[in-house]
C-alpha cells in the first residue's frame, strides 16, 4: 500500500527518462507552490553496491495533501489543486497523468472531471498527526 497520492506522468509516445522527469519537476514546481501542498520526486532504494542511497524514479511525484493547518502549514484548496492538475494536463498533449490511490487505485486523470478529481483528493487528504484542534471562539466568552 502506498501512504500517500502517487502522481505519475506518462506519455503517448516514446520519450526518454530525462523528459519525463522535466516534465515532473515542472509539475512539482506548480504544485509545490499551492497552500498546503507537498510535492517530491518519488525515490526508491538504489541497486545494491552503488554509491547513492536511492534513485529518482522517472516521472513520478509523491504528493501529501493536508487539510489541517499547522504552524508551518495551511490547509489545501482541494479544488484549486485539481483544477491545477487538470490544466496540467490540458497544457502537455500527448502527456498524461496517473494518480494511484493509497488503496493501489490507478487513475487516468484526463478520465475525471476537475469536480471528481477535487473530491477524490479530498478523500485521501490526511490531516497531520499530532495537531491540537483549535477551539472555535463563541461569541460571549
Not at 3 to 14: E, F, M, T, Y
Not at 76 to 83: G, K, T, V, Y
Not at 109 to 127: C, M, N, Q, W
Request: proline share 5%; glycine share 6%.
Amino acid at each position: 500500500m502506498i501512504d500517500g497520492l502517487i502522481l505519475q506522468v506518462a506519455s503517448d509516445g516514446p520519450v526518454s527518462d530525462e523528459e519525463l522527469a522535466e516534465q515532473a519537476r515542472h509539475l512539482k514546481d506548480h504544485l509545490n507552490q499551492l497552500p498546503g501542498v507537498e510535492a517530491n520526486e518519488l525515490t526508491a532504494e538504489a541497486a545494491p553496491g552503488s554509491r547513492d542511497t536511492a534513485s529518482y524514479i522517472f516521472g513520478v511525484l509523491a504528493l501529501a495533501v493536508f487539510t489541517v493547518p499547522t504552524v508551518k502549514r495551511a490547509a489545501a484548496d482541494i479544488r484549486h489543486l485539481a483544477e491545477v492538475i487538470k490544466r496540467y494536463q490540458d497544457r502537455n498533449k500527448g502527456k498524461r497523468l496517473r494518480m494511484t490511490l493509497p488503496d493501489g487505485t490507478e487513475i487516468d486523470v484526463r478520465d475525471v472531471s476537475e469536480k471528481t478529481l477535487a473530491e477524490l483528493i479530498k478523500s485521501v487528504s490526511v490531516p497531520r498527526q499530532g495537531t491540537a484542534a483549535v477551539p472555535e471562539k463563541v461569541d460571549g466568552d
